[in-house]
T-cell receptor, first 116, second 111 residues
Framework: GAVVSQHPSWVICKSGTSVKIECRSL??????MFWYRQFPKQSLMLMAT?????????EQGVEKDKFLINHASLTLSTLTVTSAHPEDSSFYIC????????????FGQGTRLTVV | QKEVEQNSGPLSVPEGAIASLNCTYS??????FFWYRQYSGKSPELIMS????GDKEDGRFTAQLNKASQYVSLLIRDSQPSDSATYLC???????????FGTGTRLLVSP
């Protein structure tokens, strides 16, 4: 089946620094990628939708200047958490969708971010 | 009212029993419904998708959809300890790209 690779799987960073998370579709062209955040014992919350070659669409309440998303190719999207703070500590998950596919069936492994 | 609601559980069943997981949604125009399984610390994996009223079976899993009642369920037959996980219901409404997830139901299958 299709594979989405997310890297790193976990990262610890100091408050005020930036962290970049990569999401790659390994064997298909991901025309759309989605970035989610999940706090403990809570559901996945969509942060933004990213279409290749265009600007990401952010959900209400998500700061686009803090969470920078780049989807420069059909196989790679990145999420950069800028000036991270402890409240940004969470589980970040990407998913990728092929053209004409009805669901985000392919999730990356997730990235556990801890800001200290 | 939440867009997608699930009982958080935990739902405890003995090995070999049928586990029944339920989900209700608020958008009457929703067209696509999905069940994901998420193990602790891992990302979700798709188990079932269902788009029309009725039952859809895949191995030990059966998804049931009732659009009139805005209700979707997942039955797991012959439950195994390895089925212990959180099950997320996700719904896509009309005209939307995004999926809306419920908070998930934690299932515990005891040997």
């Amino acid at each position: 089946g299709a594979v989405v690779s997310q890297h790193p799987s976990w990262v610890i960073c100091k408050s005020g620094t930036s962290v970049k998370i990569e999401c790659r579709s390994l064997d298909f062209q991901a025309t759309t990628m989605f970035w989610y955040r999940q706090f403990p014992k809570q559901s996945l919350m969509l942060m933004a939708t990213s279409n290749e070659g265009s600007k990401a669409t952010y959900e209400q309440g998500v700061e686009k200047d803090k969470f920078l998303i780049n989807h420069a190719s059909l196989t790679l999207s990145t999420l950069t958490v800028t000036s991270a703070h402890p409240e940004d500590s969470s589980f970040y998950i990407c998913s990728a969708r092929e053209r004409h596919q009805n669901t985000e069936a392919f999730f990356g492994q997730g990235t556990r971010l801890t800001v200290v | 009212q939440k867009e997608v609601e699930q009982n958080s559980g935990p739902l405890s069943v003995p090995e070999g029993a049928i586990a029944s997981l339920n989900c209700t949604y608020s958008d009457r125009g929703s067209q696509s419904f999905f069940w994901y399984r998420q193990y602790s610390g891992k990302s979700p994996e798709l188990i079932m998708s269902i788009y029309s009223n009725g039952d859809k079976e895949d191995g030990r899993f059966t998804a049931q959809l009732n659009k009139a009642s805005q209700y979707v369920s997942l039955l797991i037959r012959d439950s195994q300890p390895s089925d212990s996980a959180t099950y997320l219901c996700a719904v896509r409404g009309t005209g939307f790209q995004k999926l809306v997830f419920g908070t998930g139901t934690r299932l515990l299958v005891s040997p």
